[in-house]
């Protein structure tokens, strides 16, 4: 029997690239919160530079970007510290590709059941850094 070559359709989507995001500030409060990643190649390989921003975005991670049954993902591992000590906790963020968009899905690497935010985030396509900028702007 022989097997028809992939249709265009069928076949793998290419890795994602630009900006996408979530990042709102609250008119009541100031404070920012969502999810905004920068998707880019690195020496070849998909990357990503994400910030989750609770309250304000303080930190940027880079992570390695990979392909999934539903669309992408990536980890990368906050570091805490408090009066007990540092401590860490590694974070998975899923992305199911929408329209025009992701939904993300955040998780810790311990209990993949349990996810951090009670809905998946929608993150729309964006002209220009929010969270990034905050972050970035920050380090100088």
Known sequence: MLFAAPAA???APGWP???YGSVRMSEQTGDL???ELRFFAEGGKPMVEAVLCEGWCNTSYIAPL???AEGFAFRYVERYESG???SEEAVRITLKPVRSGFL???TTESDPQNRLWAEASRLKRLK???GLAVVNNAKK
């Open 9 to 11: 359709a069928d076949e």
């Open 17 to 19: 690239a630009g900006l």
């Open 33 to 35: 919160g969502g999810l």
């Open 66 to 68: 990979e392909r999934t």
């Open 84 to 86: 007990a000590g540092p």
């Open 104 to 106: 993300a899905t955040l």
């Open 128 to 130: 220009q850094p929010f």
